[in-house]
């Protein structure tokens, strides 16, 4: 596989970067499935260098091993006799957002995989309490007055033709439930009474191994161009052409290619002549 030195996307000195290897990008061939590493790199990418700012400041992205540990089972060290199923879950990622107040963003992105499938889940305006119009600025985002939230109304947006019960809701909002807890303190009802879900009407692979670049174009597309209207269900059929999802692999794989020969480049000669040391990764 030859051996290649690291390249970190964000490169440093920024935080939470992600690597790449050789066996990742070989995820990226035609007919496999889109590994975490891949899918948490190009959502990083989006946030990071592509999406518009207005996109990027209004938006949270989690990671995909999020969904893992919320649904991960109980280790032997947790108390599961006196501490509420939904706490405990919670304890397992709450330092996950110490650096972000969730309720302050319109929209959250959660990349879930569950039996070999690869799904979005988007909450919408976390914060808000009551359904409200609100006038948009030029780039179609939110303009709000206040700390209680954004937006028309919650919701959740859920990418792929299945069953809206494959993904657990009701594990978004027990989270949501005890984060707000946390973060704002007292109780608040996050269920599916007080917000609104939708398995939105998108554009569908025509193959078994692609749900990975549909996740990924979902997101891409909805940075780009968010949705500004919530009448449910929401009917995103034309949001893009099969064809833009088509290239995506060998543009993924592009792009990574070239972000390691800027970064092999940019540490000079002096670390090309020993990169045995770093194993085979990107």
């Given at each position: 596989?030859?051996?290649?030195?690291?390249?970190?996307?964000?490169?440093?000195?920024?935080?939470?970067?992600?690597?790449?290897?050789?066996?990742?990008?070989?995820?990226?061939?035609?007919?496999?499935?889109?590994?975490?590493?891949?899918?948490?790199?190009?959502?990083?990418?989006?946030?990071?260098?592509?999406?518009?700012?207005?996109s990027v400041d209004?938006?949270?992205?989690?990671?995909?091993?999020?969904?893992?540990?919320?649904?991960?089972r109980d280790n032997?060290?947790?108390?599961?006799?006196?501490?509420?199923?939904?706490?405990?879950?919670?304890?397992?990622?709450?330092?996950?957002?110490?650096?972000?107040?969730?309720?302050?963003?319109?929209?959250?992105?959660?990349?879930?995989?569950?039996?070999?499938?690869?799904?979005?889940?988007?909450?919408?305006?976390?914060?808000?309490?009551?359904?409200?119009?609100?006038?948009?600025?030029?780039?179609?985002?939110?303009?709000?007055?206040?700390?209680?939230?954004?937006?028309?109304?919650?919701?959740?947006?859920?990418?792929?033709?299945?069953?809206?019960?494959?993904?657990?809701?009701?594990?978004?909002?027990?989270?949501?439930?005890?984060?707000?807890?946390?973060?704002?303190?007292?109780?608040?009802?996050?269920?599916?009474?007080?917000?609104?879900?939708?398995?939105?009407?998108?554009?569908?692979?025509?193959?078994?191994?692609?749900?990975?670049?549909?996740?990924?174009?979902?997101?891409?597309?909805?940075?780009?161009?968010?949705?500004?209207?919530?009448?449910?269900?929401?009917?995103?059929?034309?949001?893009?052409?099969?064809?833009?999802?088509?290239?995506?692999?060998?543009?993924?794989?592009?792009?990574?290619?070239?972000?390691?020969?800027?970064?092999?480049?940019?540490?000079?000669?002096?670390?090309?002549?020993?990169?045995?040391?770093?194993?085979?990764?990107?």
């Amino acid at each position: 596989t030859g051996l290649l030195q690291p390249g970190l996307f964000p490169p440093p000195p920024s935080k939470g970067a992600i690597t790449v290897t050789t066996e990742d990008l070989e995820c990226l061939d035609s007919g496999e499935f889109l590994n975490d590493v891949i899918i948490d790199f190009y959502l990083k990418y989006l946030l990071v260098q592509k999406a518009p700012q207005a996109s990027v400041d209004r938006s949270h992205v989690f990671s995909s091993f999020f969904y893992k540990q919320l649904t991960r089972r109980d280790n032997a060290n947790e108390d599961s006799t006196s501490t509420p199923a939904q706490v405990r879950r919670h304890q397992r990622v709450r330092t996950w957002t110490r650096h972000v107040d969730i309720f302050d963003k319109d929209f959250l992105f959660v990349p879930v995989n569950q039996e070999s499938h690869w799904y979005l889940v988007v909450i919408c305006f976390p914060g808000l309490e009551v359904p409200q119009y609100v006038k948009r600025d030029g780039s179609g985002f939110v303009q709000g007055d206040g700390g209680e939230g954004l937006g028309e109304s919650e919701g959740e947006i859920h990418g792929e033709n299945r069953s809206s019960s494959d993904v657990d809701k009701g594990l978004f909002f027990r989270y949501l439930q005890v984060e707000w807890e946390t973060k704002r303190g007292g109780y608040r009802d996050f269920s599916v009474d007080n917000m609104i879900g939708s398995h939105c009407r998108v554009p569908l692979q025509d193959n078994s191994s692609d749900c990975g670049l549909y996740l990924l174009q979902y997101a891409e597309s909805f940075l780009q161009d968010p949705v500004l209207h919530f009448d449910f269900p929401l009917r995103l059929d034309h949001w893009f052409s099969r064809q833009k999802v088509r290239g995506k692999r060998e543009e993924i794989r592009d792009l990574i290619l070239h972000l390691y020969r800027f970064q092999q480049g940019s540490l000079g000669s002096e670390a090309l002549e020993d990169r045995t040391d770093y194993g085979n990764v990107i």
